[in-house]
């Protein structure tokens, strides 16, 4: 665990919850956008309609917490509606498991995005810490559920999965800084 000592620069907070509201608004257009494109009856969907409401849930405190901050929220944010839904949609059409293989690879970065955070924060935030932990464990019980329902047999798991992973990676460092 990282800690503070004087002179080093404190966590920013600021930046962290601007990321996070970030990803969650993002997960939330990419499950509207396989929902569009599903069956509604899959068993897919319906996995996606479970993981998606929570999606929704962790937005709303994250919101709730940057205008008690008086946080302001990513200037992509637009660029995510846009982005998140289209690969939403376009995994969705590829197959039901291409969609859950989208999951797999998002929510493993963000497991690794927020343990990252958590280190960073370390006690200098505990309100903001204790909802990263809790949303952590939700994303890393979706990365197992969407491998459970078949992620991995996806065609071109591992190629799509790499892409997808990329692209979460791009999306986290602009929404740090923009
Ligand atoms: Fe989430
Ligand atoms: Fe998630």
């Given amino acids: 665990m990282t800690r503070w000592r004087p002179g080093e620069k ?10 996070d509201q970030a990803g969650e608004y993002g997960a939330t257009r990419i499950y509207a956008g396989q929902l569009a494109v599903l069956r509604p009856n899959c068993p897919e969907a319906k996995l996606i309609s479970r993981m998606a409401a929570q999606e929704e849930r962790h937005l709303a405190r994250f919101d709730k917490l940057m205008a008690k901050r008086r ?16 690969l939403g949609a376009a995994t969705a059409l590829m197959s039901e498991k291409a969609a859950l293989a989208c999951t797999d690879a998002i929510e493993t970065e963000i497991d690794r995005h927020y343990g990252r955070q958590l280190d960073e924060l370390g006690e200098d935030d505990p309100e903001l810490s ?8 939700d994303e890393v019980e979706h990365r197992d559920s969407a491998r459970e329902a078949g992620a991995t047999s996806a065609p071109g798991y591992p190629l799509l999965t790499a ?4 692209g979460c990676k791009v999306a986290i460092a602009l929404s740090k800084r923009i």
């Fill in 163 to 166: 892409a997808i992973r990329a």
């Fill in 71 to 86: 946080v302001r929220p990513t200037a992509l944010q637009p660029l995510w509606n846009v982005a998140g839904f289209a």
């Fill in 10 to 19: 404190r966590a920013d907070a600021a930046s962290m919850l601007r990321v």
């Fill in 130 to 137: 204790a909802d990263i932990a809790e949303f952590r464990a």
